[in-house]
């Protein structure tokens, strides 16, 4: 027990908690205008976040990637049960409702995703066809379903387990070209018949947001505008007018690092990013094998890493809006609870690491 | 199939370990320079687009100052009214936007457009009034609805409102809006679209005066444009109060007697040359010009052959008929031409340059001197006085006495009116003068053509004995208990000599009290002294003529200019009824009216 706690990594972990502790703080302020008590939502969510991190911890890894395959299945009956009941009982999810607890099930499905695709890492150095598709076939399942719940956000950010494998691995050329078309063909295809106008508003208002001033590209404008007004200290706290009169849009959730960048400026915002590249410098300066349970810290990190920036980038106008939460620190139950679940388990996999 | 764990490489995967590491620093840096350049390089761009935000420079209208009479009784001030603005910035959809507009106004889409379109060198996010006066319903509809029409607001401006309606309409004038060539031109540069101007009477003589100053506010507002607090104001300062001259009660009680019937009429307080009352008919209610006016009503009323719009008083033209034989009384005894012992023989008609002119009475008035001539309005004395006077004698006597030229009252607009001459002839015609037209100029024809207000200044000065009174509507102006202008009466002396008004006073006392033709004016122990005045029916080329109905078209105009008491005179009037017919049974009754009512309210009477 005291291996335990003198390998466990103390300092990752009081910066995921510092991370947790800065958002609630962040959404308090983005409720602050209109009285919303989703800080305290938030702060019950990292209690029993908490709970399940350690919950987790204390499960052996094998009964973990054992399971996976089981729960990916689960998620994903769950997530195609919520499409075809959701239909029937006009649009409403309240089926998945305990209370004003709501859950998302699709933010949990990365889990188990990065399992199965970190046991399969472990079969080849070099993606043929067949494992190619093996990945496509693990990735597009929950996609195509999130796609249809409909969250393009969360379905976003797990296709960049694609390209988080492709870059630790050799690919085939010719994979990788048909790879490449078969995304601008699905890209085209998902174009014109899966997004809804407004998806595509978006990413059209991301390429001449100046056009879209007073409608669509208006997001990007006003967060850049609190961003760039935060200077290098900020207008402290609960004293930015972007956030406090509303200009700054879904403020509590994808726009959080426009919230920080207003109130405390450029120095503590910096200080926000210099924890990530901390916890992410500290999750990959990891002596690699070929093993599952590397390869899984290594794409669960990656998707952190990914999400992060894609949200960061957005909220820069360097990205189109597509609903992409910042981990730990935006507004969202599950969201907080699947990144703690999957930071669990590499705690888990660390600590045996030293142990053995 | 799969090579064993052991086999991949795990070289491989440690590089590209490594590799992951050098693009987290990478990209870790590269997010630090974009912030660095969006919050420190473009920090006060963003700041200032943030202030923006939240910001907007709000106009106050400054209320218009009072328009009040002699005693205070307010005849013009500023009320609340709701004005509807469109905020451009704020439209999502200009098509909804249009349809709400109109709902909101009941104007049409197009007349909002071309709002507008009058707008268009402003920025985007200034206020458009599209409709004031909005009613409370829509008002209460708007507001409680905010979140859902962010392009509009409504504001809370004063208006211009005229309490007692069409009362005194011609002296007070009108305010409206500033159209956009005015406000390129020099002296209305200080005036935003949107600001109201004073058109006519008081309103636009003392415009400077009443108009005050505008103030601002910057306002904090939400991205809903709900207004969260006032950051700074400067408060519009309130217009000054323009006190009249004007007797209220006289003025509408003046009002009262015309019932059907058009005209001016004219009092004159002689101790100070102010204007105790000063009426025109038909009138207007000037409140419509500062709401909005639609077309089809300014049509209405600016087409009306009856003038509405114009202030009779000023700028209605009229042969002046027998009043002038003042004139020709006053240049044949101060030409000397006459004498009080001077005697005609009226036989009803007598020639002259070979044609017959007659005198009103065809049977004769018989033996005339200049005191029965005035009594009786006789004709055939003041052709023979025409005939031995030069026609630019008479004119230089008409002129003295004011005619021909503006009479100088604090108001725009006015008409100055003919006084033939050779010289104005040659101008005019490009003809000689005939000796025929001083017989018709004698007895107040031919074409002569007076203003009410002319006709006021000359019995005023009469009543003075040659002292010619400014005529003037301001009393003073005041602001915060403070005068800022007042006016101090002024007279100036006329060249004809005293003891000459005297017996053409004595001329038109008799005219009044001793069976003349203002006997109707008659009242018991007031000397009032008068002239009447039935002059030649209406032209048939004057527009006029096809609105009349057949008998009132060759009606004659009826003048009645009169003051009283003869000593120490205190008050002098004009009274004009249009195609009012026979002036001793028209007019006359009228002024004694006039003056029952105000030595009433004087306890003099």
Redo the contacts between chains.
């Keep these: 027990m005291k291996d335990y706690f003198k390998y466990f990594d103390k300092l990752t972990f009081v910066l995921l908690l510092m991370l947790s502790l800065i958002g609630i703080f962040l959404i308090y302020s983005a409720g602050f205008p209109l009285k919303e008590s989703n800080y305290l939502k938030q702060a019950a969510w990292l209690l029993f976040s908490l709970l399940m991190f350690f919950m987790i911890f204390s499960l052996k890894i094998d009964f973990i990637f054992r399971n996976a395959f089981i729960v990916y299945l689960a998620l994903l009956s769950i997530l195609a049960l919520q499409i075809f009941v959701g239909r029937t009982i006009a649009g409403t999810r309240s089926w998945f409702r305990l209370g004003s607890v709501g859950l998302q099930f699709s933010e949990f499905v990365k889990i188990p995703l990065a399992i199965l695709l970190a046991k399969a890492m472990t079969r080849f150095d070099l993606i043929g066809w067949k494992h190619f598709f093996k990945l496509i076939l693990l990735i597009f399942a929950p996609v195509c379903l999130i796609v249809l719940q409909p969250d393009l956000g969360v379905s976003f950010i797990l296709c960049i387990f694609l390209p988080v494998v492709v870059l630790l691995k050799k690919i085939k050329p010719a994979v990788l070209i048909i790879f490449l078309l078969l995304t601008l063909l699905g890209g085209l295809l998902g174009w014109n018949s899966v997004l809804k106008p407004y998806q595509k508003n978006r990413i059209v208002s991301f390429l001449n947001p100046m056009k879209y001033k007073s409608s669509i590209g208006y997001h990007v404008i006003q967060s850049k505008i609190a961003i760039g007004s935060g200077g290098l200290a900020g207008k402290g706290y609960l004293k930015g007018s972007q956030s406090q009169y509303q200009f700054l849009p879904a403020r509590h959730n994808d726009f959080i690092v426009s919230v920080i960048g207003e109130e405390f400026g450029f120095i503590n915002t910096a200080i926000l990013f210099f924890i990530f590249f901390v916890i992410f410098y500290r999750q990959f300066k990891f002596n690699f094998q070929n093993d599952e349970e590397f390869y899984f810290i290594y794409l669960f990190n990656g998707l952190i890493f990914f999400q992060f920036l894609i949200n960061v980038a957005m909220a820069i106008g360097f990205f189109p809006v597509l609903g992409v939460s910042l981990p730990f620190v935006s507004y969202g139950g599950s969201s907080l609870l699947s990144f703690f679940i999957g930071e669990a388990i590499i705690f888990r996999i660390k600590i045996n690491n030293y142990l053995t | 199939m ?2 064993s ?2 086999k ?3 070289e ?3 590089k ?2 490594t590799v ?2 050098v693009i ?1 620093i990478a ?2 840096l590269a ?2 320079a ?3 350049n ?3 390089v ?2 006060e ?3 200032r ?3 923006q ?2 910001t907007r420079s709000i106009d106050l209208t400054a209320p218009r100052g009072l328009i009040v009479d002699r005693s205070g009784a307010v005849l013009a001030e500023s009320k609340i009214n709701f004005t509807l603005y469109l905020v451009r ?4 959809d200009m098509e909804k936007t249009m349809r709400m507009a109109s709902f909101f106004t009941a104007k049409k889409a197009d007349v909002i457009r071309s709002i507008m379109a009058r707008y268009k060198k402003y920025p985007q996010f200034y206020r458009i009034p599209i409709k004031n006066n909005l009613a409370r319903g829509t008002v209460i509809f708007i507001e409680s609805r905010q979140e859902e029409f962010p392009e509009f607001e409504i504001g809370i401006e004063p208006t211009r409102t005229y309490p007692l309606e069409n009362c005194a309409a011609n002296v007070l004038g009108y305010i409206s809006e500033i159209t956009e060539t005015e406000m390129n031109s020099k002296e209305l540069q200080h005036y935003g679209l949107g600001d109201f101007v004073g058109r006519s009477g008081i309103e636009k003589q003392y415009e400077s005066y009443l108009r005050g100053v505008k103030g601002s506010q910057i306002v ?5 444009e709900k207004i ?1 607090r006032i950051q700074s104001e400067i408060k519009p300062v309130v217009g000054a109060t323009v006190v009249l001259t004007l007797d209220l009660e006289l003025q509408k009680f003046i009002e009262g007697m015309f019932v059907d019937q058009n005209g001016a009429v004219g009092v004159v307080d002689l101790r100070t040359g102010g204007i105790l009352a000063m009426v025109s008919k038909p009138d207007f209610n000037p409140e419509i010009f500062s709401q909005e006016m639609e077309k089809e009503q300014w049509l209405a009323l600016s087409n009306d052959p009856q003038k509405p719009l114009q202030n009779k008083f000023l700028q209605g033209i009229y042969s002046p008929g027998s009043v002038f034989k003042i004139i020709m009384a006053l240049a044949g005894l101060q030409e000397k031409i006459i004498s009080p012992a001077s005697r005609v023989n009226c036989s009803g008609s007598q020639n002259f340059y070979g044609r017959d002119f007659h005198c009103w009475n065809l049977n004769g008035h018989g033996s005339m001197n200049i005191f029965s001539a005035l009594q009786n309005s006789c004709n055939i004395f003041f052709y023979n006085l025409g005939r031995r006077l030069d026609i630019d004698t008479i004119a230089g006597y008409a002129q003295t006495m004011g005619f021909g030229n503006e009479s100088g009252i604090d108001m725009a607009n006015e008409n100055k009116g003919t006084v033939p001459s050779r010289a104005w002839k040659m101008n005019a015609f490009r003809q000689q003068w005939f000796p025929g037209e001083t017989i018709s100029v004698a007895i107040g024809g031919g074409s002569l053509n007076v203003t009410p207000v002319q006709m006021l200044k000359m019995i005023a000065t009469v009543a003075l004995r040659g002292r010619m009174p400014r005529l003037h509507l301001l009393q003073r102006i005041e602001k915060s208990g403070q005068t800022l202008r007042e006016f101090t009466p002024e007279f100036s002396r006329v060249p004809i000599a005293e003891q000459n008004f005297e017996l053409v006073i004595e001329g038109l006392f008799k005219v009044v009290n001793e069976e003349g033709t203002g006997r109707a004016a008659k009242i018991a122990g007031l000397a009032i002294c008068g002239k009447t005045g039935t002059s030649q029916i209406i032209a048939k080329e004057n527009p006029k003529y096809k609105t009349l109905t057949k008998e009132k078209r060759f009606m004659p105009n009826s003048w009645f200019v009169s003051f009283a008491p003869r000593e120490n005179p205190r008050l002098a009037m004009v009274v004009l009824v249009e195609n009012g017919g026979d002036a001793g049974l028209i007019a006359a009754p009228l002024a004694a009216q006039i003056y029952k009512k105000f030595f009433a309210n004087e306890r003099l009477f």
């Design positions: 799969y090579p764990k052991k991949l490489s795990g491989y995967v440690k590209s370990a992951a590491i987290l990209v870790f997010i630090f974009a912030f660095w969006i919050q420190i473009n920090n761009h963003f700041q687009l943030a202030i935000n939240i910035e704020n439209v999502a904090i507002k939400d991205n809903l969260q």
